[in-house]
């Protein structure tokens, strides 16, 4: 027969107190006598007692959890980038004894049957979102007075804090290794322009050219794509290189899924890569690695970005104050064979 688990109550009979009063010691809570605390303390031990997160909750009126919320289309995308930025707030949240609750949500605030269960029960302390997301949904979380900590993404009309990648510093690392390997005929392909991240990538690239004194030529630069995956990479190559106005020698893809589809019709075409045409991608997903030639790219550091996205979050449910910030992570760039440079690890660049 299995033993019964000690609960609080046990907890609260041994030592003759009150549960809200063992509950005050388990969130060390200072208005708390110390041979009162020694009592509870000596219980727990002798009792081999395991506060669950609901007991330590009575005293603070927290739940002990965050939300994650991500939209299914990048929960379903096969390159886990988002994953791993969920590890890493997973991780970090763990050190500061927060449980994370994951959640996926439709890219449009549709009805109030889509919210998340853990909203409706009031089971987090404050929600994380990763990735583009409607601003319906920043809405409804700030409506219920919770703090919100947005990754890859800003919403300027919204009092919310961010973590961004330095996306304008990775295009300028970016443009600047293409311009030491003697290019200064550079096109781009991007796609979902209104997406903060590629938007600053576009002006990073656009300053770069302009450093080095590279003309930005508008049949180079192809940003009508809607969404940024491989075939949209593969279809902006096929319209760059459709151009009779010459062609460029090196190219800069906004993501790594652009830079692998343009990969693939620039062998459909011949072109070789990268005697004929330099490549550069950012992000650094696992699937560069697997192409050939592997891919020259801006590295994020993911789990870095959920830590962080973590950390500020746990520091605004202590502060119990509405504080926004905007934090940006550093970038480095990772040289491999498609951009035919010499090959390097990391050439850092911090902001």
């Known amino acids: 027969m299995a033993t019964r688990r000690p609960t609080i109550r046990d907890v609260a009979k041994k030592t003759g107190l009150s549960v809200s009063t063992i509950s005050l010691v388990l969130n060390e809570q200072e208005n708390v006598s110390d041979e009162t605390r020694r009592r509870v303390k000596k219980a727990i031990s002798e009792l081999k007692y395991h506060p669950r997160r609901s007991a330590r909750g009575l005293a603070s009126q927290t739940s002990g959890n965050i ?3 991500l939209t299914e289309d990048h929960f379903l995308q096969a390159e886990p980038f988002y994953t791993k930025v969920f590890l890493g707030t997973e991780f970090e949240a763990r050190r500061h004894q927060y449980y994370v609750l994951l959640t996926t949500v439709d890219k449009g605030r549709k009805s109030n049957r ?7 029960e009031h089971n987090v302390d404050g929600i994380i979102i990763a990735g583009r997301i409607s601003p319906g949904w920043i809405d409804e979380c700030l409506s219920r007075d919770l703090p919100v900590v947005l990754i890859d993404f800003e919403e300027p009309s919204r009092r919310v804090s ?3 990648i330095d996306n304008r510093a990775g295009a300028l690392l970016a443009v600047d290794h293409l311009a030491s390997l003697g290019h200064a005929r550079i096109g781009l392909i991007a796609g979902d322009i209104g ?6 990538r576009i002006a990073g690239f656009a300053a770069g050219l302009k450093a080095h004194g590279i003309e930005m030529r508008p049949e180079w630069t192809i940003t009508d794509q809607p969404e ?3 075939e949209n990479g593969a279809t ?3 319209k760059l290189f459709s151009s009779v106005n010459g062609r460029p020698t090196a190219i800069f893809a906004a993501n790594d899924a652009m830079a692998i589809g343009c990969l693939q019709t620039l062998k ?3 072109i070789a890569v990268p005697r004929d045409v330099a490549l550069v991608g950012f992000d650094d997903i696992e699937a560069g690695l697997h192409v050939e030639p592997r891919l020259t790219t801006i590295h994020v550091h993911k789990e870095e970005l959920g830590a962080i996205a973590a950390r500020r979050l746990v520091e605004l449910i202590a502060a119990g104050s509405p504080s926004v910030t905007r934090t940006t992570a550093a970038v480095d760039l990772v040289v491999r064979e498609s951009s035919g440079g010499p090959i390097t690890v990391t050439v850092s660049k911090r902001a």
């Open 67 to 69: 939300g994650f919320i």
């Open 114 to 120: 889509d919210i998340p269960r853990f909203l409706l």
């Open 162 to 164: 961010t973590v961004m």
């Open 195 to 200: 997406h903060p991240s590629i938007a600053e």
């Open 228 to 230: 940024t995956g491989i």
């Open 236 to 238: 902006a190559a096929r």
């Open 268 to 270: 459909e075409l011949k």
